[in-house]
């Protein structure tokens, strides 16, 4: 099992920036970030795997950016430009298994974090 506590959270005006942090208990060889806007699906934003690589969701590239730090077990996104439309719940999710071209697929993620709510308004 793995336990996923995301921080980092908050509201800010378009154009803003946070960055969202996310602490896990062990390692794992991927990890992703999704979101969920309301009355919407959970979609992918940002995965990275155990060699560095990356992929993020068309909507956020360029604005975006997911690092991880493997001796803290810790995986950050940093979301510059925000626009309203990031509004969201944003969760952490991480697997022990996984493939890059499936990072921002919500299947292959065993382990979810509670999330944590970011609104950007206008």
């Known amino acids: 099992q793995v336990q996923l506590v995301e921080s980092g959270g908050g509201s800010v005006q378009a154009g803003g920036s946070l960055r969202l942090s996310c602490q896990a208990s062990?390692?794992?060889?991927?990890m992703a970030w999704f979101r969920q806007p309301p009355g919407k699906e959970r979609e992918g934003v940002a995965g990275?795997?155990?060699?560095?690589?990356?992929k993020y969701a068309d909507s956020v590239k360029g604005r975006f950016t997911i690092s991880r730090d493997d001796a803290k077990n810790t995986v950050d996104l940093q979301m510059n430009s925000l626009e309203p439309e990031d509004t969201a719940m944003y969760h952490c999710a991480a697997a022990d298994n996984c493939w890059w071209a499936r990072l921002l697929v919500l299947a292959q993620y065993q382990y979810w974090g509670q999330g944590t709510q970011v609104t950007v308004s206008s």
């Open positions: 062990r390692y794992t060889y991927c």
């Open positions: 990275i795997d155990s060699n560095d690589l990356t």
